[in-house]
């Protein structure tokens, strides 16, 4: 999704949780997922890391474990005022921590570049991301994994575009709601499949502390039946 430009300094230590039914051609079922997140921000760079473990049934069968660890950076190339714009772009990589056979990681080296932008007009906002997903190296499970449906987790094609939006609504100093979609499109694969989600959310936000809950309806693709995420944010 696209990032939240508050143009703030600090370190930020979070937690996120997410609980999600599924049902593909060859499972249904749910998974429970909790996340660590980390960041480093300053006006114009950022740095970021997710770490997230799983807990997943399929077919009755639970497994557990870590998901893919998901670390990235970015600099903001442009930021105006009066209305706020903000440009930006990131490059990130995902790691294959994640056990391909439990359907918790891609089991692929994943480089994530994409741009992102930003509008603030008074209680207003729109954001929005483009990017590309490629897989740079391989595990030995491509042949099963990166065909868009897969890791239930987080389904992702090997090779794809991926498009997020969100428009925000301020409801005062520290309230505010979300409403947003996002997915993706196989490129230059054969076996690849669309996916594409709605969202809708609320959060508060003080000086320090922030948390936000989000709900997530499929649109295509069918990369869930319904997703819950929950997120806690501190900065130092």
Known sequence: MPPEDTGATGVVAGVRG??????TKSYEGHYEGTALLAALETRRFRANAVLPAYRIVRNGLAAEGLGD???QG???????SEPRRTLGVDLGV??????????????????LPSVWGGWQAGPLGFTARAGYARALASSGHAHHHGDGHSPIVDPMNSSELELGAVASLELGRSV???????????????DGAG??????????????VASEVQVHLPLAGDPFTAKLLLELRFRF
Do not use: C, K, N
């Open 74 to 80: 970015g600099v903001v190339v442009l930021r105006s």
């Open 18 to 23: 997410e609980s999600a039914g599924f049902e």
């Open 176 to 190: 505010a709601m979300r409403a947003g979609a996002y997915g993706a499109l196989p490129v230059g694969i054969s």
């Open 94 to 111: 995902s790691l294959p921590t994640g056990e391909v056979e439990s359907d918790l990681g891609m089991g692929h080296v994943m480089l």
């Open 195 to 208: 996916r594409a989600a709605a969202l809708v959310g609320a959060g508060l936000a003080g000086r320090r």
């Open 69 to 71: 660890v998901l670390l």
